[in-house]
């Protein structure tokens, strides 16, 4: 699974980028998650955060698209400098391969599990195979 989009709907313009690899089983073997705001206020700035999986589940909306739900550390840059990281909240993302049964790709993700903010993806694409 992976993806490399762009979705408006918040106060913000995001990019998100993230791939994951799991086994047949599931189980992670490699995720990365990475969102950069590009509009975002320069009190704001920098505005950008890195991230690794913990969990990863497969499954199919109620329309029959493939999605994913995936879980993990998302530590928030506090400069240009990667080393200077802040926070690391857990997060929880869903993800929605909607191309194939003619539906927009989604993406909702939360720092709390029950909440979730939906974006539909603008640009770019989200794979799940």
Known sequence: M????VALGDSYSSVFLFEIRASATGKVEFGHYQTEAM??????LPFRSQATVA???????????PAAEFTGRECVLTSPDPA????????HIIVSDGRTVG??????GAQVAGECFAWVRTYGDIRIY
């Open 2 to 5: 992976e993806g490399s989009f």
């Open 84 to 91: 200077k990281v802040g926070t690391c909240p857990s997060y």
């Open 39 to 44: 509009r975002a206020p320069a009190a704001d």
């Open 55 to 65: 969990t990863v589940r497969f499954f199919k909306t109620a329309s029959g698209a």
């Open 103 to 108: 539906l927009p790709d989604t993406f909702c």
